[in-house]
């Protein structure tokens, strides 16, 4: 059985770790979408090159992981292993818990942040091909003709 948190510290510390990751987790991504702009490329000028769909490909996408998952998951799990039995018990819960929650944490977060994708090879007019991975927002056929937008390192696949 699991008992009601016995300290106001404890609480804080779960408040805390909280506000942690939910302040951070909007900055564990960036999306690689060919219809999504940060603010910072918006009204950027880009390249536009035009050219023919060789190939498309599905791909998935995973973001580095931020670690918010993990350390998340691993200081709610110690509080919650604390709270099991009492003196070397509480310590032993405290370890397992906090081992098993990071483990549980990271993949949550993978499987949250994981994105299905298209890897688009195209042949420009001037002849060269550009393989560009993006976020599978838009259907792409070979045959099809395409634009290539490109700016401060950034080059999307558009219709």
């Known amino acids: 059985m699991v008992t009601p948190i016995r300290t106001h510290r404890t609480g804080t510390v779960i408040l805390v770790a909280l506000?942690?990751?939910?302040?951070?987790?909007g900055c564990a991504t960036r999306s690689s979408s060919g219809s999504v702009y940060t603010p910072g490329q918006a009204q950027r000028e880009q390249?536009?090159?035009?050219?023919?769909?060789?190939?498309v490909r599905s791909v998935t996408i995973e973001p580095q992981r931020?670690?918010?998952?993990?350390?998340?998951?691993?200081?709610?799990?110690?509080?919650?292993?604390?709270?099991?039995?009492?003196?070397?018990?509480?310590?032993?819960?405290?370890?397992?818990?906090?081992?098993?929650?990071?483990?549980?944490?990271?993949?949550?977060?993978?499987a949250i942040t994981r994105k299905p994708g298209l890897e688009i090879t195209v042949k420009l007019d001037n002849g060269e091909l550009r393989a560009i991975t993006q976020e599978a927002d838009e259907t792409f056929r070979p045959g099809e003709r395409v634009r290539l937008l490109s700016g401060n390192g950034v080059t999307r696949v558009t219709h």
């Open 47 to 55: 390249t536009v090159r035009m050219g023919i769909v060789e190939s």
């Open 66 to 110: 931020s670690g918010v998952g993990a350390a998340t998951g691993g200081i709610v799990g110690g509080i919650a292993g604390s709270n099991v039995g009492g003196g070397r018990g509480a310590v032993v819960g405290s370890v397992l818990g906090a081992v098993a929650g990071g483990i549980a944490g990271q993949a949550a977060e993978g």
């Open 19 to 25: 506000a942690v990751s939910l302040g951070t987790a």
